[in-house]
């Protein structure tokens, strides 16, 4: 979601910088375009990074007699990070 918003805030910013013509005495729609497109570039690359981190998994094994039967029991828990970390 944050590579499209940032490819979205980048285009809206080089349209505004580079083909809209308007002059207006409150705003410099110029300067607004570079700094969407600024801001854009850097959701991006936030993005970007967020994808490549690596997924980890931890696997824990316990092993031990039950008590009442006398039978060997072994216990696995695996964790993963989530996909969604915010």
Request: glycine share 10%; proline share 2%.
């Amino acid at each position: 979601m944050s590579i499209g918003t940032g490819i979205v805030l980048f285009v809206i910013g080089a349209v505004l910088a580079f083909a809209l013509n308007l002059q207006l005495d409150w705003i410099d729609l110029d300067l607004v375009g570079y700094l969407l497109m600024g801001a854009g570039f850097i959701v991006f690359l936030i993005g970007i990074i967020l994808m490549a981190r690596k997924r980890q998994t931890v696997t824990t094994v316990h092993s031990g007699v039950d008590p009442v039967s006398g039978a060997n029991v072994a216990e696995r828990r695996t964790s993963t990070t989530p996909d969604d970390v915010v």
